[in-house]
């Protein structure tokens, strides 16, 4: 009896090569398949992105306040998917803290909500001028001036605010020589002018960082106003002892804003009513998209 020899063995033998061909000729048809799908692919991915992509955010703070005040509002607005911008607000004059904001804008990419409290809302309406990406403005409490017209204009307008009897003033060296004039609001007043719904022992803290305002700030006469050309919104504090109720409800109706109102809220309205603020301003974000 012979014995029996196995056939060699190869790595790979032409059988399997037979066999294996097809199958590595059907592999790459399919990647090639795919990478001629890709362009468009990635093309839809990205109008899906440019569709569902929300708008940049940007919170402007008032005298006598500074950007913190925004804090409670930029976390749930973050929470929510926005990308958000709380810049300082110089504070100085209102020609110069609006070309401050408006370089803000120029450097963002995409739709823009412009928001303003108080004296914010001066700087937001001559700030939005000139870029077409500032699809809503938003008033919090805030002033939305008429051409020419100043804070100090509308708030002598219409009797109720506490802050003329309430304010200090200190004088400080200009740049170019000569003094200007800072107002603050005096600590013992802070409370009932400015914040009267939150905690005294909060608000005596605020009163001690809070920032002061150029009394050149609080009266420039405002440019040509971007509420008449953008959307707008307005929240009223009804309870606001700084800008009275009945300026805000007239300036709101003026701009033909969407309006709402907190009846019990103070001034810093988007501190004590952080969800109603938030809500506000993701509702003008949503109807602009």
């Given amino acids: ?26 592999v790459l048809a399919m990647l090639a398949i795919l990478i001629t799908a890709l362009p468009s692919s990635a093309a ?11 708008p940049t955010v940007v919170l402007v703070h008032g005298a006598f306040a500074d950007a913190s005040s925004w804090n409670t509002v930029v976390a749930r607005l973050q929470g929510a998917g926005y990308p958000v911008i709380a810049p300082a607000n110089p504070l100085r004059d209102l020609a110069g803290d609006s070309a401050y904001l408006s370089s803000i804008v120029s450097s963002i990419d995409g739709p823009v909500i412009l928001v303003g409290h108080s004296y914010g809302g001066a700087v937001i309406s001559n700030a939005a001028t000139g870029h077409p990406n500032v699809k809503a403005l938003v008033f919090i409490a805030a002033f939305a001036p008429e051409e020419a017209e100043s804070a100090l204009d509308l708030t002598g307008r219409f ?29 013992a007043a802070f409370h009932a002018a400015f914040a009267a719904d939150l905690p005294a022992h909060g608000t005596a803290l605020m009163a001690a960082t809070q920032r002061p305002a150029a009394l050149a700030a609080l009266g420039s006469p405002s440019g040509a106003p971007a509420w008449k050309t953008i959307p707008s919104w307005y929240l009223v504090a009804g309870a606001d002892q700084a800008i009275p109720p009945a300026a805000q409800r007239f300036m709101a109706k003026r701009a033909g804003a969407h309006t709402s109102e907190v009846r019990a809220a103070s001034h810093v309205i988007m501190i004590s009513r952080p969800d109603t603020t938030t809500a506000v301003i993701t509702a003008a974000a949503r109807s602009t998209r």
Wanted: proline share 17%; aromatic share 4%.
């Fill in 159 to 187: 009797p109720g605010s506490l802050l003329p009897t309430s304010l200090i003033t200190r004088q400080y060296p200009l740049p170019g020589g000569g003094t200007g004039t800072d107002a603050y609001i005096d600590p």
């Fill in 1 to 26: 009896m012979s014995a029996h020899v196995p056939p060699p063995a190869y790595p790979l033998s032409r059988p399997g090569i037979r066999i294996l061909l097809p199958v590595t000729l059907a």
């Fill in 44 to 54: 839809a991915s990205t109008a899906v992105s440019r569709h569902t992509a929300r």
